[in-house]
């Protein structure tokens, strides 16, 4: 056992380094309509090229676009109507010089044109010539073979958050299916003997078990798979056998709950009891947050265990400011579309921050006149509503003295999936 | 049936005042445990208050607070120690003048208490006696009952998307289920005779139903159901009957596909001929986008139908712009969290506008020296490799010749649930 008195309070990005010793999850092939949110575990080549073929971008008329060279309103250039492409075939023949077939959009141009008249530059008379009155050069309104993506071409990198874009272009390449990385399994124990489920009415000094189903949504919302272990009374047997048993479930432990000493105590021993435990943090410099538990457990193949503060503010800030990150990393997410995440706003009024601590403040986001400000929604980390009744996150960095009404700050946003 | 040449294009503004007409969908009872994500449909009003009793906020000492007035390091005041506060169960008494019990967070305070004494600013001495280094004022280091939530009180609106803490809260509440809006289904139909399956290799003039895959990984990332219809052949008969059959399974119909004049005013004649159907729009004033359909079908009971642009990136931006909100309506999405979706940017080029139509541009956002630049990815519509290498679009409004490099724009931003 490591002695508890050894550990101090760590910073965040101490605690972020550690996750570097956790690896990412393992894979599965998902069908491509299943695919959207996952992550990929290996870059993609296309296996062929898109469009296949010389494709029609507008409606009209097949050339070769020398024909048409000089053709204007004034001066118009004819050419021999010589039938149509069906779309969904090849053409069922080519255009030589003075030669044109009329193309829709999407269709394969024919052997020998390199170009689309459209439509509207164009009349057809009924001897079955037509008069072109614009020119068009080699090129214009087609896309060639490859033009999208070329065979062999990477088309997106590993770790990459599937969109609808990636998508819709797996689909053009035929790839019905893909590997992505599973969803880390993610179990959650809440311990405390004042916690009780949510059915019935907590007796005078219980509460119900709300920051399990805090975290769990957080889980979810965050690519993860949430796994409700239930509530273990506060006892090193009962405590130390769910721990057990949650490590055999899961790719990462939650404990949430109670949040006196004795709990945590209580906790701690049961962690360090568990094969190869190994308690790397145990207080980290974050207020709200401060008695957070990061320990790593398992042989063969570590598996990471974060210990909850008690109270709900705490444990959520503790969830979207060191919980994300961690389940980002087991999830393979290493090219994560961050844009969005935070928004610039000014501070509505000043802000003292936490000496010695990262400081985090929940505030509502308003606009007026152009201007968002952040109105901070004060209130102790044992109440629930005021995370309700804000839209994210703002930091009061290590050694700031505080914010003053009025200065440009980020906010860090909830809800982000 | 409407005769096709009265349509004008109509301008974004004016095709979300249509959407007014549909309703959201139906709605359901979902376990909390499933809520994360989903749309309140009533305001949900406290069936009780939280917390539900006088709770400490820290380890120490539950006193009353008068009894420790001038307390200090240099003049502790002296209180008889009754016993403990056991977790999760009332206090077996309370405290007299001169009283305290031990307590430790999240401990019910026992009657006549109105304060706790942290643990650090105290001393318990073998003989029962505590000594007190500070003073506490009533209501110091404990939760009121109702402070949090009183019962009776509206904890939020109807039209939420219930985030993580949403679900906390109701679970504070014993709130075990809540009612939400279905998510809305939408069947996402393909036509155009050179649109094949995902499966094997399309032969020339053929090309995969990579659009359909597009639209309904949006879909599902928007909070809806996406039901794959399949791929409809060009002729009346087949799409008014797959139309029909959609119509019967979905809240929304997509036809994705072919973008030639001959496919579209196919799908329009298929379209007016279904009961109730009234086109609404043909043709917008977007770019890219212009060949977009809305169209309002069925009796009883209105249910839109969205034909999107056959060109991948047209398909993309007309759900972004016109197909969002109107999933959104569907969802009973009322009270959006919409901070972030958009982030500013400066502009990296030149742009030029499109003459009478609002002017969208993808552009990819990169970080230089604390600036946010936004850089075209320009390319014809028909590609969908622009769309990837993207993080969001740029709108050159209605009006405005062009925007110029260095300028600071909003870029909508791509793949935001």
Known sequence: MTPLEFFRLQTRQEVLALYERFLPVGTEQVELAAAQGRVTVAAIT?????????????DGYAVRAQDTFGASVGAPQYLEV????????????GVGPGETLRVATGAMLPNGADAVVMLEYTAEHPDGTLEVRRAVAPGENVLAPGEDVARGEVIFPAGRRLRPQEVGLLAALGLTAVTVYRKPRVAIL???????PLEGRP??????????????????????????????????????????????AADLILVS???????????????????????????????????????????????????????PASAAVVMEVLGRPLLTRLAGLTDPASWGRSVSARLSRNLAGA??????????????????????????SGLLSPLVKSDGLVMIPLGVEGLFKGEEVMVQLFGWS
């Open 203 to 248: 007796r005078p000094g219980q509460v119900r078990d709300s920051n399990a189903y805090l975290a769990a949504a957080q889980v979810a919302e965050w690519g993860g798979l949430p796994l409700m272990q239930g509530i273990v009374p506060d006892d090193f047997a009962a405590l130390r056998g769910a721990l057990a048993q949650a490590l055999e």
């Open 46 to 58: 296309a296996p062929e090229a898109v469009p296949g073929f010389l494709r029609a971008t507008m």
């Open 190 to 196: 809440s311990s405390g003997d004042e916690i009780v």
């Open 355 to 380: 000496t010695g601590r990262e400081d985090y403040v929940r505030v509502r986001l308003r606009r007026d006149d152009h201007i968002v400000w952040a109105d901070p929604v004060l209130g102790p």
């Open 82 to 93: 010589k039938g149509e492409v069906p779309m969904g075939a090849a053409p069922e023949r």
């Open 257 to 311: 709950g109670g949040s006196s000493v004795g709990v945590r105590d209580l906790t701690l021993n049961a962690i360090q009891d568990l094969p190869g435990a190994d308690v790397l943090v145990h207080g980290v410099a974050l207020r709200p947050g401060k008695p957070t538990i990061l320990a790593s457990l398992g042989t063969p193949g570590l598996k990471p265990l974060l210990g909850l503060p008690g109270h």
